[in-house]
């Protein structure tokens, strides 16, 4: 990927180049490829620009979303791992997509394997944690906080060796399905192993009308962020999200992991990362 788009990207968005943010509490700003969705549909941005376009953002953490890769083998993986070291920036999370809830045990087994390939791509990457997606059970089955509960926790078990064995931490988003509740999140980090299984805190996928009392759930045992702001106001305030409120939460069970940018809309996907980033340095 070229500068000059990358470049473009932040032009048409009336933007100067930024140095890298520097947050109060040492933690890292990171921000999620899934940020840059409609680029990268687009054909605009690849994995392998992302990490200057995120050195000109002034943005060091990358959270890379595995839906986006081209490929998993080694040599890909290898190709994006030196353009994040030539753009000095650093792999935050490697966000794994699929379904551990499923009761279709033959691709429920297949789902596992997946995941314990993409951990070893996580290691290789150089990321120290990632996001499995846990899924949700068939609709005519309607069993998230039972059966597809008990069979994420399954899963984990399995895969959590393996995670040990790599050095690779697991975060559970709040992301509908098993997972839509912060209770169940709960239920599966103490179930498994509180010291390698945590929450990643997603500020705006649960309902509105509870979603500060759901956030205080997970909140402590958080290991990364999806700072998700909903838009913004005239003065460029978030429209979605009580951040001071949230940010709250966190430091008041010392957070130290990732504050990373979960956001992106056509046709400034850029801008929209940007003004998100200086809510962040206001605020946190």
């Known amino acids: 990927m070229k500068r ?4 473009l990207l932040l032009l048409c968005s009336g933007l100067a180049l930024a140095d890298d943010a520097k ?34 953002l002034g943005i060091k953490g990358i959270s890379y979303n595995d839906m986006f890769f081209e490929s998993l083998d080694d040599d890909y993986i290898d190709r994006i791992k030196a353009a994040v070291k030539k753009a000095d920036r650093v792999v935050t999370c490697f966000i794994m997509e699929g379904n551990l809830a499923l009761a279709n045990e033959e691709l429920r087994r297949k789902q596992i394997e997946t995941d314990k390939q993409k951990l070893r791509v996580a290691k290789r990457l150089g990321a120290p944690l990632v996001r499995i997606n846990v899924g949700r059970t068939d609709k005519q089955e309607n069993a998230d906080d039972t059966a597809g509960l008990e069979r994420v926790i399954a899963a984990f078990k399995e895969m959590l060796p393996l995670a ?3 050095g690779i931490r697991i975060s559970i988003e709040n992301h509908g399905g098993v997972s839509a509740k912060a209770d169940n999140i709960v239920k599966i980090i103490q179930a498994t192993d509180p010291k390698w299984v945590g929450s990643l805190v997603d500020f705006g996928n649960f309902p509105a009308d509870a979603r500060y009392e759901e956030i205080a759930k997970v909140a ?16 460029g305030e978030a ?32 801008g929209d990362v940007k003004k998100t980033r200086a809510l962040i340095l206001k605020y946190w």
């Open 239 to 270: 429209k979605g999200v009580d951040l001071p409120r949230v940010f709250a939460m966190l430091k008041k069970y010392n957070y130290k992991g990732p504050i990373s940018i979960e956001y992106g809309n056509e046709p400034d996907p850029a």
């Open 23 to 56: 947050l109060r509490g040492g933690n890292m700003l990171a921000c999620e490829t899934y940020s840059f969705r409609t680029v990268i549909r687009a054909k605009k941005l690849d994995m392998l620009g992302v990490p200057q376009l995120y050195k000109e």
């Open 164 to 166: 040990k064995e790599l």
């Open 220 to 235: 402590p045992y958080a290991l990364t962020t999806h700072v998700k702001v909903g838009g913004f106001d005239e003065n």
């Open 4 to 7: 000059t788009i990358l470049t």
